[in-house]
């Protein structure tokens, strides 16, 4: 069955049992990555290493792929375009003005990692606190950063309007 929105997503996750409450398991931090302890650490500390975006590559495949997009390449996904949250930074010309900006950011990627989002007591995504190790989310982070952004997106290139069925 394909999945066409992100709450049927959700819900098959938490049907599935690992990602759901009291079931959660701890999961390891990928191999060879530098161990960051349980402080969170901010700015993200693999920023730019070769071998985090690697490892961040296939733990985004394996745990955001569903609902943020393959590869994250696609501009059409269920979830927000991981891409694109460092836009307003990229436009920063003063260094340590885009630091700060880019470490807010990472703020923000953590938090709605661990705490998932959730809107009117539905899930829209699952919350990984206790599940992805800090390692993981900072590699996964690491790795849509580091892809390319699409062009800008403009009114001819939207899909076009499919009823629901
Ligand atoms: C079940 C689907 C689902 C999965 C799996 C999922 N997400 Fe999400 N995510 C969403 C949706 C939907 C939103 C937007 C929710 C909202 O804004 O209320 C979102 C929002 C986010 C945001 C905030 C983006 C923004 O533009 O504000 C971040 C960061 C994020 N997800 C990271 C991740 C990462 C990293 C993973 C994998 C570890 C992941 N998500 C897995 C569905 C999912």
């Not at 930074?89 to 709605?112: E, G, I, K, P």
Request: aromatic share 4%.
């Amino acid at each position: 069955m394909p999945i066409r929105h992100w709450h049927q997503a959700g819900l098959l996750l938490a049907l599935a049992g690992p990602l759901s409450g009291a079931l959660a398991e701890r999961l390891a931090p990928p191999p060879g990555l530098t161990p960051l302890g349980e402080a969170a650490r901010l700015p993200n500390p693999y920023r730019g290493q070769p071998a985090a975006i690697q490892a961040g590559q296939a733990a985004y495949e394996e745990h955001c792929a569903a609902c943020h997009g393959e590869q994250a390449s696609r501009a059409v996904a269920e979830g927000p375009d991981l891409r694109r949250l460092n836009s307003a930074c990229r436009r920063l010309t003063d260094a340590a003005l885009q630091a700060h900006c880019l470490r807010d950011v990472d703020a923000y990627f953590l938090r709605s990692v661990h705490e998932g989002k959730r809107r009117a007591g539905l899930m829209h995504m699952p919350a990984w606190q206790g599940v992805l190790p800090q390692e993981t989310i900072w590699a996964i982070r690491s790795f849509t950063e580091s892809r390319p952004l699409p062009p800008p997106r403009t009114l001819p290139d939207l899909p076009p309007v499919e009823p629901d069925r």
